[in-house]
């Protein structure tokens, strides 16, 4: 279809929105890649750069304005993670758009659906949204993976991948051109499994991957450990964002180079930190995780007490139990800690009988004033543990010296591809009670939900 002569998107950039600042490498090269789209001699392209470098701005926000200043007959696909973040770009773009003097539709104008008045627009769908009867001649897919708890769900990815392909491929016009823009937060996310099935005869994409530190054979000419963008964020900030997030999350999410566990989540040189005794004054939390059966080939009952020194960020884990018991015993050893830790605030699990527990404790007498709280698990064990992850691997994890150590160290350093977990699942839900309100306490009794 014809379109109208404007400037090159790099030269556009400027024009359209000032006050921004379109000079930054990484964007230069972005740019190069999107006028190729704009020609026609690219159209399956992925970008993958850390979160806050402008890709959004860029590609979402303006390259859409863009091509339908161009063009205003282009039918657009928005997708992302889910519908409220689609809505809240396409009213950016619509906003743009009627600066930018491109004619809008009176008639069709909501945030899901707004066209011109020659028949192009946006359609802004969330990930498992329908387009029936909606084609595209572009579909720009934006950060289809919300959080680590997405990223780490096979369901969900199962799920992506399944609307990606019977939602979303399906409305392609014919020549359409694909940009998927995201951070990579898995091997298996959306854009792994398409890159996986270029060599099974699939879609071939032109990749432009961006780590936020440089490493070998940079696109963009960088040396090695040189930050994508320094003006944002020099190598002190990024380093700091390593420390906060662990190397597996840091990899991912801003080197773009997901790997998968290697064994195990954590390492056993993390935890070489063991004390007597820990610091007075500390606010200790108890989790359990409790087994449902006592059969050889059960889990096991697990607990342990987890405390942060807020003014050394250290977290302490102390007095580990782990066996197989019984359903009374079970409550009777949880009865023993509420009694003998009154420093101490427990939380347990509610599926299963937890809720029961807690419920029978907090009745008694002799536990009034306590803390007892049941604890509704909604993440899974993996997303939970990344709670306490990039602390260990800091070094600010501290072992309260106990028989129970090794046995603690061997579940941990096999999670979560070793046979049990409930070391591991014990402490996280202790770690997820002490981050509740930020200070390392807990108020009150009752139930929560993490």
């Excluded at 359409?176 to 298996?188: C, F, G, N, S, Y």
């Excluded at 180079?257 to 935890?271: A, D, M, Q, S, T």
């Excluded at 160290?409 to 839900?429: M, T, W, Y």
């Amino acid at each position: 279809m014809p379109q109208r002569k404007i400037a090159k998107f790099a030269g556009w950039l400027p024009k359209a929105s000032p006050k921004m600042t379109w000079t930054w490498p990484h964007l230069k090269l972005l740019y190069q890649k999107l006028e190729k789209v704009t020609r026609g001699e690219i159209d399956r392209l992925m970008i993958f750069m850390p979160p806050r470098h402008s890709k959004s701005e860029t590609v979402t926000i303006h390259y859409i304005t863009y091509r339908l200043k161009a063009d205003p007959r282009l039918s657009v696909i928005l997708g992302c993670y889910n519908q409220r973040l689609a809505n809240r770009f396409s009213r950016r773009i619509r906003k743009l758009a009627a600066a930018q003097n491109i004619p809008l539709s009176r008639e069709r104008r909501s945030a899901e659906e707004w066209q011109t008045t020659r028949g192009g627009g946006v359609r802004a769908v969330g990930v498992g949204a329908g387009i029936t009867g909606y084609g595209a001649r572009l579909v720009i897919i934006d950060d289809p993976v919300k959080n680590r708890a997405q990223a780490e769900s096979q369901a969900f990815r199962d799920h992506t991948w399944n609307w990606f392909n019977d939602d979303i491929y399906t409305r392609f016009e014919p020549g359409a051109a694909v940009i998927l823009i995201q951070t990579r937060w898995h091997e298996d996310d959306l854009a792994g499994r398409l890159l996986r099935s270029m060599s099974d005869g699939g879609d071939k994409w032109d990749v432009l991957s961006l780590p936020a530190i440089a490493e070998a054979d940079d696109p963009l000419g960088r040396k090695k450990g040189e930050p994508l963008c320094p003006q944002r964020y020099d190598k002190a900030a990024l380093q700091r964002i390593r420390r906060k997030l662990g190397s597996y999350s840091f990899s991912a999410l801003y080197q773009q180079n997901p790997v998968p566990y290697e064994g195990g989540l954590f390492k056993r040189k993390w935890f070489k930190r063991i004390v007597s005794r820990p610091p007075a004054g500390l606010h200790w939390v108890r989790g359990y995780d409790l087994a449902v059966s006592t059969r050889d080939t059960a889990d096991f009952t697990a607990s342990f007490r987890v405390a942060l020194d807020t003014k050394t960020g250290d977290l302490y884990i102390a007095d580990g139990f782990r066996g197989r018991i019984e359903f009374p015993e079970q409550r009777r050893f949880i009865a023993r800690c509420i009694a003998g830790e009154r420093d101490t605030r427990h939380c347990i699990e509610s599926a299963l009988h937890g809720r029961a527990f807690v419920q029978e404790l907090q009745r008694e007498v002799r536990f009034a004033g306590r803390s007892i709280r049941a604890v509704r698990v909604d993440e899974d064990k993996v997303t939970r543990a990344h709670s306490w992850t990039a602390r260990a691997e800091a070094g600010k994890v501290v072992l309260v010296a106990g028989d129970w150590i090794e046995d603690f160290l061997d579940e941990v350093c096999r999670f979560p591809r070793g046979r049990f977990d409930d070391q591991v699942d014990a402490v996280s839900l202790a770690v997820a009670a002490l981050a509740r309100d930020g200070r390392g306490t807990i108020p009150g009794n009752g139930a929560w939900g993490f």
